[in-house]
DNA sequence: TTGTAAGCGTTATCAG
DNA sequence: CTGATAACGCTTACAA
């Protein structure tokens, strides 16, 4: 049987306020009634029940962190930002998956907002507010992370990749490709969609058409399939761009694979993010999205808002930044692979 | 102001009782008074306070998942895999970090256990259990998982990697290779070193000597530098063994990097997990782990424990498998590299 | 310095 | 079918 702080007041011979007290440090006690408490929590084996704690208390020491896809490197290099910081601050981070199922993010937030955590982060599969409206208690502390809703007035932070996808574009047809790929991914359109409308653009800006054969759309929770990709490569592109960073492993290992030599048969721009190997990064552009300053400032913000509960939205842009490969190999543009690519 | 059960049971002019009856399903309420109650939840915004009401059941449908780390692909699927099983019992999966720390190991499996969660998954830093007993009620239900502890009598289920090894090192050696390298962690020593063991047995046992210049032992948790990769690969090894899935994603992808054709200029054994690409499965030889099936197990055991505690060790080992690549190209054993390694 | 007792929001046992 | 009310384990005025 547990036993409470009863059993152990009873066996030091003190009320439970003292032991309490003790446990709390909240008022001076003799150092012999003190010892004696002590004595009889080791003997009872005693564990204060939080749970009891937190609900007296109204406050749990907890943060949530609701991110849509655990075994992406985005989320879990974002995770260990969050948890860097808010640890530093007595808090326990409690990372929930909803493996980018709508129904399940709705689900978990509605059990973390209703007492089990003191505020929470959500990296959202929705794009609407409203959606979710319901299951948050009004005026919870909510940071939203990485995707921007509608209808929405909570703290939002987002990386803006259009100018970093645009300037890789351009300079990838400033070295004279005009054949260039794009794969995208069919989740999380708002921060996709942004990219995939730099890529049109900066195209379409540089007078070359859209070819929408050059364009594919992946499902970007699975690995990719090779028939695919096979299919998709045949369209003799001589230059990438993979817009986010499991696409980018994905593509980028395959084209290697069937013996392209980047910088040589062909360029591409990318996404890193962790999980890369610094080869890969040598060998093609990458987009570098600052992860670490977004989770700081999620992790901040969130702390900031349980202290002090306010409703403001407070919306802050961060950019990708476009890194070129250091030495960029000379490539003959237009040339097509040697190493026929299917 | 949140508004309570209380709040709830005066607008709608009942008693509290009935309210909370009517949440539960627990008792049979006439269709007015329901609506009434009804509506009074919906005016109010009311939430039921989920602490409050675990701290009156003493259960909280939660389970807690301590891993070493997020980022590392191997626990990620296994996180995946014991979410798909709980959240079906209805039970909220809360993920926390480790990241590799003994001591923020030590605090988060104190706090989760003090009422957080209803039982604990734990892949665990330490080796002793000794070293985290304090902290842990007894016979709270804890399922350690991937590593085995001393002096621990708690449910543990973990992967052999002794057989696939041995197997994968000596297929190898059949092959003709005599210097083959070995890349092992320093960290997580328990699991790893039943690998290295199996490397040094199977050489041992062919009657080659063991060079401990072809052993490197790295970070794990860190990319692995290149300078120290360069520095290593100038033995002149012909064939190579990476005893985890990250130090096998590192170093072929240096390798490949370096004008490495696998299966041609060099044959390795490695991991394989989830992050990984088909085109390197088919260049190497991986050893594969029933990551699926431990958190299946796993999630049924803590499932089985938290309805039906019990005193009893129950291990578990599951066999990880050698799986040769497809099509082993032709390969010259004992020939170095055409293209140099450096 | 220590003890008494109220109360946090629910659930559940009784009566009505 | 519905309503009082005790109880869960803890914190915290306030009293002694």
Not at 2 to 13: F, I, L, R, Y
Not at 20 to 41: E, F, G, M
Not at 261 to 288: K, P, T
Request: include cysteine; hydrophobic fraction near 40%; glycine fraction near 4%.
């Amino acid at each position: 049987m547990k036993s409470t702080m009863k059993d152990v007041a009873v066996v030091a011979g003190v009320s439970v306020a003292t032991v309490s007290h003790v446990l709390n440090n909240t008022k001076h006690i003799t150092d012999t009634i003190r010892q004696r408490v002590y004595d009889a929590i080791e003997t009872l084996n005693y564990k204060p029940n939080i749970n009891a704690r937190n609900f007296k208390m109204g406050k749990q020491q907890t943060i949530g962190f609701v991110v849509p896809d655990i075994a992406n490197s985005f989320f879990s290099t974002l995770i260990n930002e969050v948890e860097g910081v808010v640890a530093k601050q007595d808090y326990l981070l409690l990372v929930v998956n909803t493996q980018e199922n709508p129904e399940m993010e709705k689900q978990q937030l509605h059990r973390l907002t209703s007492g089990l955590v003191d505020g929470v982060i959500v990296a959202s599969t929705f794009d609407d507010y409203n959606m979710i409206r319901h299951v948050i208690p009004n005026s919870f502390p909510v940071v939203f992370i990485d995707r921007k809703l509608k209808n929405c007035s909570c703290d939002t932070i987002v990386i803006s990749n259009y100018n970093a996808v645009y300037k890789g574009v351009e300079e990838l047809i400033l070295q004279g490709h005009r054949r260039i790929g794009c794969i995208t991914g069919s989740q999380r359109l708002s921060t996709l969609d942004e990219r995939l409308q730099a890529y049109r653009n900066c195209v379409t800006e540089h007078n070359i058409e859209v070819d929408e054969e050059l364009i594919l759309s992946v499902d970007v929770t699975k690995k990719i399939d090779m028939e695919v990709l096979a299919r998709y490569f045949t369209h003799k592109m001589t230059a990438m761009v993979f817009l986010n960073n499991t696409i980018t492993v994905d593509a980028f290992g395959y084209l290697v694979h069937k013996g392209v030599v980047f910088s040589r048969n062909m360029d591409a721009v990318g996404y890193s993010d962790a999980g890369w190997h610094e080869y890969a990064i040598n060998a093609i552009d990458v987009i570098s999205q600052p992860i670490a300053e977004m989770g700081n400032i999620a992790a901040a913000r969130i702390l900031e808002r349980i202290d002090n509960p306010v409703v403001k939205k407070d919306e802050i842009v961060l950019q990708a930044v476009y890194v070129p490969r250091q030495q960029r190999a000379p490539v003959s543009p237009v040339e097509f692979p040697k190493t026929p690519i299917n």
